[in-house]
């Protein structure tokens, strides 16, 4: 079965900082992995999504992600974040086959000025 | 533009009541799903379905129920609305098909409130 763990609930951070948010997978099989982004009152977005190929992966927004396989994570990066920023961050992951996407539980990302 | 619409975007009703989330999606998906997500953040699966005629129960247990009867329309209904309902609805869609890669598309939300 697969899982999602996103180590940290919430991340304050001020305004121009750089940021990683954590996300750690687990899966007998080749993944799919995602990361959305949800602002209040919204639904989620796609910020970037890792299939195959280059493990570095440039999203919307300035974010990027490394997939690592050997330590089964998929961080995702930002040099320098804004106060727009502010919102929940979701990380997924996805095999061929399976019916739908498996969620983490989600991190707040809090940009302060 | 292809897109994905919930509505209402805000509902609150008391309890007893039936209620129906509407979902529709023009993105030619045959995939969808909808999920309750609590004030804690965490998305829960609780129905899906690959195709006209076709929906399952997904990982969390609901009172709700749903139907397919169109492929681009796929309505959550709650026959007695109760408080233990409160919470955010999203509809998501995604393709099907041997090169899916499960990439869902996601409404904006229903934000239900049960007094």
């Known amino acids: 079965a697969q899982s999602v763990t996103q180590l940290d609930s919430q991340v304050p951070v001020f305004e121009e900082a750089p940021v990683e948010l954590r996300c750690n997978y687990s899966s007998s099989v080749s993944v799919y992995l995602f990361w959305y982004v949800q602002y209040p009152n919204q639904g989620l977005q796609l910020l970037l999504k890792?299939?195959?190929?280059?493990?570095l992966v440039k999203g919307i927004n300035g974010f990027e992600a490394e997939f690592n396989k050997s330590q089964t994570s998929f961080h995702l990066r930002k040099p320098s974040v804004h106060i727009s920023d502010t919102a929940e961050y979701f990380c997924a992951v996805s095999d061929r086959g399976r019916r739908a996407l498996t969620f983490g539980s989600g991190t707040r990302l809090q940009v302060q000025p | 533009e292809a897109d994905i619409y919930q509505t209402p975007r805000y509902l609150v009703i008391g309890t007893g009541k039936k209620i129906t989330l509407e979902c529709s999606q023009t993105?030619?998906?045959?995939?969808m799903y909808w999920y309750q997500q609590d004030p804690g953040m965490e998305l829960h699966l609780i129905h899906y379905s690959y195709g006209v005629n076709s929906t399952e129960k997904g990982d969390l247990s609901s009172e709700s129920t749903v139907s397919r009867i169109r492929t681009e329309h796929f309505p959550l209904t709650l026959e007695s609305a109760r408080p233990s309902h409160t919470s955010q609805y999203l509809c998501?869609?995604?393709?099907?098909?041997?090169?899916?890669?499960?990439?869902?598309?996601f409404g904006p939300g229903t934000r239900l409130t049960v007094l």
């Open positions: 890792y299939l195959s190929g280059s493990t």
């Open positions: 998501a869609s995604s393709e099907s098909g041997p090169s899916s890669y499960n990439e869902q598309f």
């Open positions: 993105m030619g998906h045959d995939k």
